[in-house]
């Protein structure tokens, strides 16, 4: 199940006054073999290191999705 590693926010603001909009982190961890996707990166480690599984670092993928903020309201843009 893929879960939110940082919710986006207004960050610090920049020497100009603009505001720092950092986006939304969202993480998949996955093993590719099986097909299985882990809560965190914990659980996938366990199971690597698991004697009782063939699962190997090779079979893990971790994706990351970011979403990328356009602004507050009417304000925002790239700088």
Not at 47 to 62: E, G, K, W, Y
Request: net charge negative; charged share 30%.
């Amino acid at each position: 199940m893929p879960r939110i590693e940082q919710e986006a926010q207004l960050g610090d603001t920049r020497e100009d006054g603009s505001q720092i909009l950092l986006p939304e982190v969202e993480v998949t961890i996955k093993n590719v073999a099986t097909d299985v996707e882990y809560d965190d990166d914990d659980a996938a480690a366990a199971d690597v290191a698991n004697p009782n599984t063939a699962t190997t670092d090779a079979d893990i993928s971790r994706n990351v999705a970011i979403r990328v903020l356009k602004g507050i309201g009417a304000e925002g843009g790239a700088g």
